[in-house]
Every structure is written in structure tokens, then in C-alpha cells.
């Protein structure tokens, strides 16, 4: 019996597809992840099944779309009922890790913001409560210094190396080892002692944590580790290494912080390139003529250029530190002696708006900034370089994993496999969807937005939920979508026939799962 691939999947957070110099970024430095590109596949029109981390991780994992698997915006739970292609590759014989941020749980104990509250009676919600208490991403769970076991297998993976939060001062294992190694970490911590600089960015500040005991250097040195102890063993394994950079706050440490000069960047696509703004851009533009900040520090805002600059600047340090480390979890990789039988991916949850007609972060308009990611497939079997156009989603990932395993998928998966795509061939689909539930009211939304989103080659079309505006664009001959056709009289059929083939879309996402065991 042939010998079944390993996988080793990297995952960045916050990062657009065009943020790599393989798809073409003129500053940004990124050799290693470069270099996987130059010897695999690259897709060039891959999006999320949501521009958001929690929900989007659950649809890698389970091939599933939020408004089906449950996890529908940060602050849920994937409930543990739910099976993951993670878990179908463990029941197979692989050896299954994940290293660094997993974010299938809430990492905070704090209460939601802007969640529509409604009175109920005795009984609160339509589903009775889950007896799992899904709190093994939470502060309180890593309190002692301590390693904590996590209870495994967790949604499929058996070793589990966890990082919560972002910036400087993430929690999990790496919290615990960061108190274990520094006395001082509640100076390294205090904002009182951040570096000085002279950045203005919002949620930019200078980290006085070293480069090595960074949360990406603390999963680089664990991701390494555990390749290195798979040396000679017979089981294949599948290993996901998740960083939670590039993110903000944008704190990148060391010598990171200084790698690039806000000067080297450039606001391409300036709020003033937009000949229609939609009413959130035109929100947002409003509360920062008015200077009126954001409510939390998630929600995305409007800057001014030299604020976007700094940020973009603190970005590429951030990917950079990123790249680097995967060049060393890569060596890792050849060393263990497994490396001709290891597929590498490289993807991200979600995108960054990073100046896009001057936003910055992520939110409901499903902008390709956040919405499209980097995908690339290196198959060291098959080391041709290659570059897909065709449409694919985060949700295939499973589909595609197990088929390159040989492995059957459970029923319910949404994905499709991109095998043939990878090499070469024609894209399992000519249109795809993309959802989006936001957790509270933001960006000029009275109730928290509702919006579901059809990609096709040539369009992108947007409905908002309860309003009577939307985004119609041509992706074809307006690629930067800076004019928007919704109310274009020429556009009018365009606009019906894609509102009537995503409404199939949406019948087609339907909860098949579980079948029926026996006639009515």
C-alpha cells in the first residue's frame, strides 16, 4: 500500500491574499512562504465562508457553512457534536496536532456587545443548553503556570499546543510558558513600559516582550519540535500550525518593528476612489470627520493616510516574522526525514480592509480585502508551479484533504474537492457563496447585520438584510469594486438573475445532516 501524504497546514489571521510577494506585493518580504508558491499551486480567486476568524475556522474545519455547523459569529461555540475532516483523518490512522491559535471557543470571559436582546420566558433559547461547559480556550482555564491538559481529542486533534488572543500578551500554553520564563511578565505586559515611538495608528504600540518569546516564535520552536518527534514514525500525521499574527493590535516585536518604514507603502485605493460609497462607508467615513472612536477595538474604522501607512507598515513586520518562522518550521520539516511525503498548505482566515477607501480591520461589507485569502498547495510529489484561477472557498479544504487521503468525507460537507483544480484542471464550481452575521450592531447597522454574498467570475453581489440598498459589481471591468450597480437601470437583469441564483445557493445549504433512518 502506497504511503498515505502527511499535512502540514500554516494559517496566518488577519491576512489578505494580495499581503505576499508571490501574489505580488512590491514591498513585502516573504521568501519562505514565496517559495512554497514556486513549487506548488497557487489560487488567485480563493475566498473565506466568512470574513470572520471563528466562524471561518469552523468551515475549514468541518467543510461546513456557518449558518449550518452553529458557529455563526465570534462569541459562539463550535459545539463539539459536530464532526471535523480532523477527526475523520484520526479515525483513519493519522497522528493529529495543532499548534497555536484554534479560536473554536471563546478566548475571552467577557459578555457580548450589541447582541440583540430579546425577553423570553422560563425557557431562554430554542436548543437546551449543551452539557460541555466550552471553556478550553478561556483566561480562567490557564490561570496556574502550569501546562493545563486540555481534554483531548479536541474537534479531532490529539496533542494540542494552544495560543488564545493576539499581540504580546496571548494566553493558552503560551501564556504559561511566558510566566514560567519571565519573573517580569507583568512588566512585560504593563503598558507603562511599552518602547517609545512615534507612530499615531490606532491600537499601535511598541512591544517591550523579545522576539523570542513572541507568541509566533513560541509556535514556531513547538510547531519545530513536534515534526522533529514524527521522524521515523510509521503513521502519517497532520499537523495545523495557526498564527495569530498579522493582527492587531499592531505590535510586532524587536527588530520587526522597524523592518519597514510607513513611506515604503502606498493608499492605493483611497475612500475618494469609491464613485458610490454604500452607506457603512459612508458611516464610517461620518463618525471620523465627527472624530467619534469605535465602541470596541474590533470594529472596523475609518483612518487618515499616514495612520494606514503605519499600520501597514507594522503588518509587513508582523508577516515577515511569520515567514521566517515557517522557513525554520519548514527546515524542521526535513529534518524529521519526512518531508517527500508531506503536502504543505499555506491559507488565512480572513482578510484585513488595510486601507481599502481608508478602512482598516474587517466588518460586514464583504470587500475582496477581507473576503479573499491566500491558498497555496505545495504536493512535493508533484512540484510544478502553478497558478488556478478558478473560484474556491475555505470549505473545500476538508473536501480536498481527504480526497488526497483517500479518505471518504462524512455526510453534510458543503466543500468541494479542489484535487483537480490543483492540478490544472477545470474549478468544481462557477459561483460561491459567502456569508456573513455579525455579533452586534456596527457600521451604521441598526441590528446586527445579516448579509449573504454571490461571487461569480465576472460579479459580486451583496444583500443586506431589511435593506433596500445592496451591491451589485462588475469583478470583470471593475476590479477594485469602486462603482457600485445596484440601482444601474442597464443592470437590472444582471441584478435579478444573481439574486435568483443565490437564493439557490442558499436553498442549497440546507442541514442535510443527519439522514432520516427509517420511512415516516
Not at 447585520?449 to 471591468?477: F, H, I, M, P, S
Not at 443592470?491 to 435568483?500: A, N
Request: hydrophobic letters at 35%; glycine letters at 6%; charged letters at 25%.
Amino acid at each position: 500500500m502506497a504511503r498515505r501524504p502527511n499535512f502540514l497546514v500554516f494559517v496566518t489571521d488577519q491576512q489578505r491574499a494580495d499581503w505576499l510577494g508571490c501574489y505580488g506585493h512590491p514591498t513585502l518580504r516573504t521568501p519562505n512562504i514565496d517559495a512554497l508558491a514556486a513549487r506548488g499551486t497557487r489560487f488567485d480567486d480563493f475566498h473565506v465562508a466568512m470574513p470572520v476568524c471563528m466562524p471561518n475556522r469552523a468551515s475549514l474545519l468541518t467543510g461546513r457553512y456557518p449558518s449550518v455547523h452553529g458557529l455563526r459569529y465570534n462569541g459562539c461555540i463550535l459545539s463539539e457534536r459536530a464532526n471535523t475532516f480532523v477527526e475523520v483523518l484520526a479515525a483513519s490512522g493519522y497522528r493529529t496536532a495543532a499548534i497555536g491559535k484554534s479560536h473554536l471557543q471563546p478566548f475571552t470571559g467577557q459578555p457580548p456587545k450589541g447582541q440583540l436582546r430579546a425577553e423570553t420566558g422560563p425557557i431562554e433559547e430554542a436548543w437546551k443548553p449543551d452539557p460541555v461547559t466550552y471553556e478550553e480556550e478561556e483566561p480562567d482555564t490557564y490561570s496556574s503556570d502550569q501546562p493545563y491538559a486540555i481534554r483531548t481529542p479536541y474537534y479531532g486533534y490529539q496533542h494540542v499546543e494552544m495560543v488564545t488572543g493576539h499581540g504580546d500578551r496571548c494566553g493558552g500554553h503560551y501564556g504559561q510558558w511566558f510566566r514560567r520564563r519571565h519573573e517580569n511578565w507583568r512588566e512585560l505586559h504593563d503598558p507603562a513600559n511599552e518602547l517609545p515611538h512615534n507612530y499615531k495608528c490606532p491600537q499601535a504600540y511598541r512591544t517591550p516582550v523579545p522576539e523570542e518569546s513572541y507568541p509566533t516564535a513560541w509556535i514556531r520552536d513547538r510547531a519545530s519540535d513536534w515534526l522533529r518527534a514524527q521522524a521515523g514514525e510509521e503513521d502519517p500525521f497532520f499537523s495545523f500550525v495557526s498564527f495569530p499574527d498579522p493582527h492587531h493590535p499592531f505590535n510586532p516585536p524587536g527588530r520587526y518593528w522597524s523592518m519597514y518604514e510607513p513611506d515604503q507603502f502606498e493608499v492605493a485605493l483611497p475612500y475618494e476612489a469609491h464613485r458610490n460609497p454604500p452607506p457603512p462607508l459612508r458611516y464610517l467615513r461620518d463618525r471620523w470627520e465627527r472624530n467619534v472612536p469605535e465602541e470596541i477595538s474590533q470594529a472596523a474604522f475609518y483612518a487618515d493616510e499616514q495612520a494606514l501607512r503605519e499600520a501597514m507598515a507594522l503588518t509587513a513586520g508582523m508577516t515577515t516574522m511569520i515567514d521566517d518562522a515557517i522557513g525554520d518550521v519548514l527546515a524542521a520539516l526535513e529534518d524529521s526525514g519526512r518531508a517527500e511525503d508531506t503536502i504543505v498548505i499555506f491559507t488565512s482566515d480572513h482578510g484585513d480592509y488595510l486601507g481599502d477607501f481608508n478602512l482598516l480591520l474587517k466588518g460586514a461589507l464583504p470587500l475582496p480585502a477581507i473576503t479573499r485569502v491566500p491558498f497555496i498547495w505545495a504536493d512535493p510529489k508533484d512540484p510544478v508551479p502553478r497558478t488556478c484561477g478558478n473560484l474556491a472557498s475555505t470549505i473545500d479544504i476538508a473536501s480536498t484533504v481527504l480526497e488526497k487521503a483517500d479518505i471518504k468525507p462524512y455526510w453534510g460537507m458543503q466543500g468541494h474537492s479542489l484535487v483537480d483544480s490543483i492540478g490544472g484542471g477545470e474549478g468544481p464550481r462557477s459561483s460561491l457563496l459567502i456569508e456573513h452575521h455579525d455579533g452586534g450592531a456596527r457600521m451604521g447597522f441598526n441590528e446586527p447585520a445579516r448579509v449573504r454574498c454571490l461571487l461569480t467570475d465576472r460579479w459580486r453581489l451583496t444583500l443586506y438584510k431589511d435593506q433596500d440598498w445592496g451591491e451589485l459589481y462588475d469583478r470583470q471591468n471593475d476590479p477594485q469594486e469602486t462603482l457600485n450597480l445596484w440601482d444601474d437601470p442597464e443592470h437590472v437583469s444582471v441584478r435579478s438573475e444573481l439574486t435568483e441564483r443565490l437564493v439557490h445557493m442558499m436553498m442549497n445549504t440546507m442541514e442535510e445532516s443527519p439522514r432520516a433512518t427509517r420511512l415516516a
